[in-house]
C-alpha cells in the first residue's frame, strides 16, 4: 500500500523496483474511483497518465530518473495543461482545453512526475469553501458533511484522502494553507515571485502564488525543488537561485526566535483551535525556540484591504473571458453587448460575480482614491508591520484560521463570515511571504487543525525545516481519515 | 467677433520593433490574419506579458530628440473596456508615469517659427482590427495588429492654426523616420493622428470646450477635419450656443465632422497600475547608450547643409526632409566631386521629380548615388550639356545603363572643337541667305532661329556657349 508514503518513500521504491510508476498511477487512479464522492477532481486522464508513467518506468530503468520520474501529481485546475481541459471550475471555462503548458507543469513534465489529474476547487479560485464550484462542491475526507477548505479544496480532499500523494495548489488569500489545515495536511505558499504563474489562470495577479499541498514538510521541499526558479516568460518571477530544500532539513533550532502575533489570538479564534496552536508552541519550546510576542497593528485592515485589490485585479483580469475567442459563449443574442451581457451572466457564478462588481466598482472614476489607492497604503502598511516583525524574530506562528472545517453550506449565504475564514493569511499574501500550514492537533468534533507559519521573504529553507522538526516530534501529519486507510 | 482656434494633437506611431510590445510574435504588417497572434496576444487564460526592451529604446530616443524628461520610472497600467479586437478585456499602456515628459518641436509657419510643446509621450499595445465586411452580416476579428508596440505622443494644446498643426505633424513624421523608430506609413496606420480642436474669442485665455477629431489619418484630412471643425465650432457659438465636449468622427468623403460620443457616453477606463509587469526602470547608463544611438535630428542637418554645401534654405530643406534622402544628396556630392549647388540642383530638381512621379522613395530610385555622380561630372566637364544631361538622365532611369556609355552609345558628347563648330555655322548661314540678310538689315531677334538651325544641325550636341560666340562673330562678318 503506497497511498500515504512520503514522496521520498516513494522515489526509492520505484528506484528499487519494487514497484513501477504505472502501477503506483493504477493504485492512485483506483483510489481516485474509488472515493468518486469526494468530488476531489475534475478531470482525470487515465490513458495519458499511463502514458506518461510507461516514459517514467522507462527513465528509471535508464537510470535518468530524479526524485519525482514517475510519481504521480494532482494539479488544481486553474494551471493549463496542454491538450487537457482546464476549467478552473467555472462553467466559462468549462469546454476550454489549454493548448499549452504553464511553467509549472512543464517543470513537473520534465521532472519525470505523471499528471494524475486536474482537481476541483472554488471557480476562479475564489472561496474559502469550494462550494463555488460550477463542478459541484468538494467534500472533507474527515467529515464528509463538512467543506475542505478552499479554494485549493479537491487538492487538499485527494492528499488527505490519499487519492494523490501531492498535489499543486494556489494561494491568493490562504487558498493553499486554509484547505491544508482543515483537511489534516501540510501546506506551502512560497514567496511572491518563487513560483513561476505563467499559465496559472490570474485571479489576483499582485497575490496570487502557486505552491502545494503535501503530507509533510519533507515532501513540500520536494515539490518545491521543482516548482520553484525564475521564468522569464513571468516578469514578477524573481531571479534569484534555488537550493535544494530538501539539504537544509533537520537543522537545529536552539536559539530560533519564533513571534507570536497577539493580534492572531484575539477575538474570533475557537477555543479548541486557540488551545492546540499553544500547545504547539508549547513543543517548540522543547525544541529549543525562544517565543516572543510581536505586534502586527494594521493586520485588523487585511481583510477590507485584500477584498478591495483582489477583485480589483480580479475584475480586469476576467473581462478576457467574453465569449469572444474560447470558452462558453451564450446561445442566443441579439448583437455585441447582448452577447457580451448574456455570456458572462449565464458563465460566471455568483461569487465571481459578486467580487467583478466589487472590483470595477473599487476602480471607477470618483472612487479609486478612496478604496484601490487606499488599499493600496494599507498594504503597504501591512507589510511594514512584518518587517518590523521579523527584526525580531525569524519565524511567526499563529493559527492558519479562526476555526476548523465548517459544514457544507453554512456560510454560503453570508459572504463576510465565508471571508473571514482568510482573516490569518490575508496578510501574509498582501506582504508576499512565504507561508505554510501543517497539522496540530483536532477538535472535539474530529476535524482539523492547523498551525500557520510564516517566513521571511525567499527564506523557504528555514520555513521548511521548522515545520519539518516539529513533525520529527509530533504525528499530527500521519493521520489518515477514517474509511481511507 | 474675431475667433482663436485652439489645436492640440495625440500622435500614435507603431515603433519599429521586431516583435509586438509583452509578446514575441512578429509586429511585421501584413500578414495573413491571425498567423503573428501568439497565446499571448490571443489573451489566453494564464499567460503573462513582458515588456519589449526595444521599445522601451525607441521611447527614450524618441524624448531625447525632442529634449523632454526621461522618466527612470515608468509605470505601465491598464485601460479597461469590453472590445472584441481587445483580446485580454484592457489595453496596457502608461497613465500617470509615462516614460516620457515635457519636451518641444519646433515648427515654420510663413517664415515665423514657433515652438510647439509635448506633455508626454507613453508606451502603449495597439489593439487587433475589427473587419466589417465580407463577412455576411458579422464581423472578421484580426489579431495580428494586437499587441504591436505604440509610442502615443500628446502635444499641449499650442497651435493656432491647420497650418500649425499640419507643420507640427509634418514635423514630427521627419522625425521620428530620422530615428528609425517608425517607417511613417500613414496608409497602413503607423502614424495616426487624432486632434483636441477648441475656439475662443480672440484674446480670451481660458480655453474653450473642445472636440476631439478621430479618423484623420493623412496630412490633408487633418487639414480638412481641423478647418472644418473650427469653423463649425465658430458657427456654433456665433449663433448663440455652445460647444459639446465629444469624439467626433471625420468623414472624408462628406468632408465634415460629425458626433462619435459625448462626453457622458465616454468610458471609465478604469486604470490602474498593472500588477503584471514591475514598473518600467532604467538607469542614466541605459539612456546614455540609447544618446549613442540618436542622429543628426533635421534642424541641425538643415543648418549644417546651408553652411557647408552653401545652399539656400529652400533646397537643403528638400535634401533633409529625410535621411535617406540627406544621405543620397551627401554621396553624390561626395562621389562626384562637382559643384555642391549643382547636385543639389539635380537630387532635388530633376530626380526629386522622377521620385514624385512614380510616387517612389529615395531609397526606392532607379538611379542609384553612384550613377547620378557619374553624369553631374560629365556635366561639370563640359562633356555634355545640361539639356543633353536631361535626356541622359531619362535612359538612366528606364535602365540603359550608366551616363558615361549611355553617351557614347547614342554619341551624345558635346562638340566643343570651335572649328567644326565655325563648318557648321558656315553652312547654316550659306543655306540661309534670306534670313540673312533680314538680320542684317536690322531684324536681330533672328539670332536664335540661328542658334537653333544650328543646335538642330548637330543633334543638340555643340556646345551652346561656343555656337553663340561664332554665330556673334560671323553674324558681324
Redesign the interface.
Same mark, same amino acid.
Do not use: C, Q
Given at each position: 500500500m503506497f497511498h500515504y508514503k512520503s514522496l521520498a518513500e516513494l522515489s526509492s521504491a520505484l528506484h528499487a523496483k519494487q514497484v513501477s510508476s504505472i502501477e503506483l498511477t493504477e493504485a492512485f487512479l483506483g483510489r481516485i474511483e474509488r472515493f468518486k464522492q469526494l468530488n476531489a477532481f475534475i478531470t482525470v486522464d487515465r490513458e495519458r497518465a499511463l502514458a506518461q508513467a510507461r516514459v517514467a518506468d522507462k527513465r528509471i530503468s535508464e537510470g535518468k530518473a530524479g526524485p519525482l520520474t514517475g510519481i504521480p501529481v494532482a494539479h488544481k485546475d486553474i494551471f493549463c495543461t496542454d491538450g487537457m481541459l482546464t476549467t478552473c471550475a467555472s462553467k466559462i471555462l468549462s469546454n476550454f482545453v489549454a493548448p499549452y503548458d504553464a511553467t509549472i507543469i512543464a517543470r513537473f513534465k520534465e521532472a519525470g512526475a505523471v499528471i494524475l489529474g486536474k482537481t476541483n476547487m472554488d471557480e476562479f479560485a475564489m472561496g474559502s469553501s469550494n462550494e463555488n464550484s460550477y463542478f459541484g462542491p468538494v467534500k472533507n475526507p474527515w467529515d464528509q458533511a463538512a467543506v475542505p477548505g478552499g479554494s485549493s479544496g479537491g487538492s487538499a480532499a485527494a492528499v488527505a484522502g490519499g487519492l494523490a500523494p501531492a498535489a499543486t495548489g494556489t494561494d491568493t488569500g490562504g487558498s493553499i494553507r486554509q484547505p491544508a489545515a482543515f483537511c489534516g495536511i501540510t501546506g506551502l505558499k512560497p514567496s511572491y515571485g518563487r513560483v513561476s504563474r505563467y499559465g496559472m489562470v490570474a485571479f489576483a495577479s499582485s497575490l496570487d502564488q502557486g505552491g502545494t499541498l503535501v503530507r509533510c514538510a519533507e515532501d513540500a521541499a520536494c515539490i518545491l525543488n521543482v516548482m520553484a526558479g525564475f521564468d522569464r516568460r513571468d516578469s514578477t518571477s524573481v531571479d534569484l537561485p534555488v537550493p535544494d530544500y530538501t539539504q537544509t532539513l533537520g537543522h537545529d533550532l536552539k536559539g530560533l526566535r519564533v513571534g507570536l502575533p497577539k493580534e492572531f489570538f484575539g477575538e474570533g479564534l475557537n477555543t479548541e483551535v486557540g488551545q492546540a496552536i499553544e500547545q504547539a508552541i508549547a513543543e517548540y519550546k522543547k525544541l529549543g525556540v525562544e517565543v516572543i510576542d510581536v505586534d502586527m497593528p494594521n493586520c485588523n485592515l487585511a481583510v477590507p484591504c485584500y477584498y478591495v485589490l483582489a477583485p480589483a485585479e480580479a475584475s480586469s483580469n476576467l473581462a478576457r473571458y467574453d465569449g469572444v475567442r474560447y470558452g462558453y459563449r451564450a446561445s442566443a443574442y441579439t448583437d455585441l453587448l447582448d452577447m457580451y451581457k448574456k455570456t458572462r451572466s449565464q458563465g460566471f457564478g455568483a461569487e465571481v460575480k459578486r467580487r467583478i462588481l466589487i472590483g470595477t466598482y473599487a476602480l471607477s472614476a470618483g472612487y479609486y482614491d478612496a478604496y484601490y489607492l487606499k488599499a493600496l497604503k494599507l498594504r503597504r502598511l501591512i507589510a511594514e508591520d512584518f518587517k518590523r516583525a521579523f527584526e525580531r524574530c525569524d519565524v511567526i506562528a499563529g493559527p492558519t484560521a479562526p476555526t476548523t472545517a465548517f459544514r457544507l453550506g453554512a456560510k454560503v449565504d453570508d459572504p463576510v463570515a465565508m471571508y473571514l475564514n482568510d482573516i490569518y493569511t490575508i496578510p501574509v499574501n498582501l506582504a508576499g511571504l512565504p507561508g505554510m500550514s501543517i497539522p496540530a492537533g483536532f477538535d472535539g468534533t474530529g476535524h482539523p487543525i492547523g498551525l500557520q507559519l510564516i517566513g521571511q521573504y525567499f527564506k523557504e529553507p528555514r520555513l521548511l525545516n521548522v515545520a519539518h522538526r516539529y513533525q520529527q516530534v509530533t504525528d499530527w501529519h500521519n493521520k489518515i481519515p477514517k474509511g481511507f486507510e | 467677433m474675431e475667433w482663436e482656434a485652439v489645436i492640440g494633437l495625440e500622435v500614435h506611431i507603431q515603433l519599429l520593433t521586431n516583435s509586438k510590445m509583452f509578446s514575441g510574435a512578429s509586429a511585421r504588417y501584413g500578414a495573413v490574419p491571425n498567423t503573428q497572434a501568439c &497565446?499571448v496576444d490571443? &489573451? #489566453?487564460?494564464?499567460? #503573462?506579458?513582458?515588456?519589449n526592451v526595444e521599445a522601451a529604446r525607441m521611447a527614450v530616443k524618441f524624448g531625447l530628440a525632442i529634449g523632454a524628461k526621461i522618466n527612470h520610472h515608468s509605470v505601465f497600467a491598464?485601460k479597461?473596456y +469590453?472590445y472584441?479586437d481587445l483580446?485580454?478585456? =484592457?489595453q496596457i499602456s502608461q497613465y500617470e508615469l509615462p516614460i516620457v515628459q515635457a519636451g518641444h518641436v519646433d515648427i515654420e509657419v510663413d517664415g515665423v517659427s514657433k515652438r510647439i510643446g509635448v506633455t508626454r509621450a507613453h508606451l502603449e499595445e495597439d489593439a487587433g482590427k475589427s473587419l466589417h465586411e465580407d463577412f455576411h452580416g458579422l464581423s472578421g476579428?484580426d489579431l495580428n495588429r494586437a499587441g504591436t508596440p505604440l509610442l502615443e505622443i500628446v502635444s499641449e494644446p499650442d497651435m493656432r492654426s491647420t497650418g500649425e498643426a499640419v507643420a507640427y505633424l509634418k514635423k514630427l513624421h521627419e522625425l521620428v523616420r530620422y530615428l528609425e523608430i517608425c517607417d511613417g506609413n500613414m496608409q497602413e496606420g503607423s502614424f495616426r493622428c487624432d486632434a483636441n480642436v477648441s475656439v475662443r474669442p480672440k484674446g480670451e485665455t481660458k480655453l474653450g470646450t473642445r472636440a476631439e477629431l478621430k479618423n484623420i489619418n493623412s496630412f490633408r484630412f487633418v487639414e480638412r477635419a481641423i478647418a472644418y471643425e473650427i469653423e463649425r465650432q465658430i458657427d456654433v457659438c456665433e449663433g448663440g450656443g455652445t460647444v459639446v465636449q465629444e469624439t467626433r468622427l471625420y468623414d472624408p468623403n462628406k468632408d465634415e465632422t460629425r458626433s462619435m460620443r459625448s462626453k457622458e457616453e465616454a468610458h471609465?477606463y478604469? =486604470? +490602474?497600475p498593472d $500588477?503584471?509587469? $514591475?514598473p518600467l526602470e532604467f538607469d542614466d547608463e541605459f539612456i546614455r547608450e540609447v544618446a549613442k544611438t540618436l542622429p543628426e535630428l533635421p534642424d541641425a542637418k538643415r543648418e549644417r547643409f546651408m553652411r557647408e554645401y552653401a545652399l539656400p534654405a529652400y533646397d537643403a530643406g528638400v535634401l533633409t526632409a529625410t535621411h535617406e534622402m540627406a544621405n543620397y544628396y551627401e554621396e553624390t556630392v561626395r562621389a562626384s566631386g562637382v559643384d555642391p549647388k549643382l547636385a543639389a540642383n539635380w537630387v532635388a530638381g530633376d530626380l526629386a521629380g522622377y521620385l514624385n512621379k512614380e510616387n517612389r522613395t529615395i531609397a526606392e530610385s532607379a538611379v542609384s548615388a553612384p550613377m547620378l555622380s557619374g553624369l553631374l561630372r560629365r556635366i561639370a566637364d563640359n562633356t555634355i550639356s545640361g539639356k543633353i544631361a536631361k535626356d541622359v538622365l531619362d535612359a538612366m532611369w528606364n535602365g540603359e545603363g550608366d551616363a558615361d556609355s549611355i553617351i557614347e552609345k547614342k554619341g551624345l558628347t558635346q562638340i566643343t572643337d570651335t572649328g567644326a563648330i565655325e563648318k557648321v555655322v558656315d553652312e547654316i548661314l550659306a543655306a540661309n541667305s534670306k534670313q540673312l540678310e533680314q538680320y542684317r538689315s536690322g531684324q536681330e531677334k533672328l539670332f536664335g532661329y540661328f542658334v537653333g538651325q544650328v543646335m538642330k544641325a548637330t543633334a543638340g550636341k555643340a556646345n551652346p556657349k561656343q555656337v553663340n560666340d561664332v554665330l556673334k562673330r560671323k553674324l558681324r562678318g
Open positions: - | &497565446a490571443v &489573451a #489566453l487564460p494564464g499567460v #503573462l506579458p513582458v515588456m491598464r479597461n +469590453f472584441p483580446p485580454k478585456g =484592457y476579428i471609465d478604469r =486604470y +490602474f $500588477p503584471d509587469l $514591475p
